[in-house]
């Protein structure tokens, strides 16, 4: 390349390229429902600086064909618990249109594969069980990645995501620093910033820990902030995970 194609590509006021960002989906079920803003409130007010001007994505995919609501309205009301629409998944058109309209962009969809999507095989305990005629094959494709191992400190504003895995830290994680993954989070060493388990909703995630002095942890879209954890806790090797659809914490037993 010449160096006048140099000096006219440094000219270019702007640089268009590819980057990817973890933003939260808010799958919406029932947004006419009374008590849909009144539990999402709660649910912002267990973490408020986490969810400060967060973009989500709202995932339109589960509305029945015949749904009507004001989705301007209801924009602006996510937009008042300090929530960023910036883009939709699915639903049914005039849904779609709607979220074009006000400025929301479609973001690609993907739906898990569902255990009953799974034909199964003859049970070869009942041999006089007829066999059935293959239907067209489908396959399901089980996505297995390595887990992502992290060997340096992780420090303030640097965000770790580990898809579809578990995320290992062998140092100590920052305040302001924030940890995703799609499977269990295990820090050897002080967790001071934020940890996410289970960030694409497996509620059988956790997170583990040498040191507890968290921001905000956790598990499957269930939050706990610093002020909540406790002395019991604070400073402790500790396990955090879902019971009974509650956040709960256990010391982890050391030698």
Known sequence: MSSASQVA??????QLRGNSFTMMVLKVFAPTSPNFFTQLNVKVRQAPNFFHNAPV???FDDLPESIVF???AFVAQVQALHLL???????????REAAMAVGLTPMPSGRAAKLEEVVK????RQPDQQTPIPAPQVLIEVVHRPTVVVTEPVR????VYAEKTDLIVTSSVSPGAELLADGNIHVYGALRGRALAGFSGDANARIFCHSLEAEVLSVAGNYRVSEDIGSDFYKKAVQVFLRD??????????A
């Open 121 to 124: 095989a003859p049970d070869p």
């Open 57 to 59: 994505v709202l995932d």
């Open 245 to 254: 659809g509650v956040l709960s914490m256990d010391l982890l037993k050391t």
């Open 85 to 95: 629409p910036v883009g939709f998944q699915g639903g049914p058109q005039p849904v």
């Open 70 to 72: 004001d989705l301007g």
């Open 9 to 14: 590509e440094r000219d270019v006021p702007f």
């Open 156 to 159: 303030s504003g640097m965000r």
